[in-house]
């Protein structure tokens, strides 16, 4: 069985935005802490939590992030 992986790109519309962790975990409703481990692809995020990220940078929740294969 394939074993997939989400790809994001959270770090770098942060960087477009001039926004922080901390900025955008407030407007998502998580900790920061959240926000770092799933901008390194060491979590996954809930679709909600997903969709909010997204929302936070006016873009659509494909442009953000990738299902990828880990193979």
Do not use: C, H, Y
């Not at 394939?2 to 790809?7: A, D, N, V, Y």
């Not at 994001?8 to 926000?35: F, H, W």
């Amino acid at each position: 069985m394939t074993e997939f992986g989400l790809k994001n790109t959270i770090k770098v519309e942060r960087a477009k935005k001039n926004m922080t962790q901390a900025e955008l975990a407030l407007k998502v409703g998580v900790s920061r802490k959240t926000i770092n481990t799933i901008e390194t692809g060491k979590f996954i995020p809930s679709t909600i939590t997903a969709i909010r990220i997204a929302r936070a940078f006016d873009l659509e929740i494909e442009q953000i992030f990738e299902l990828v294969s880990n193979e």
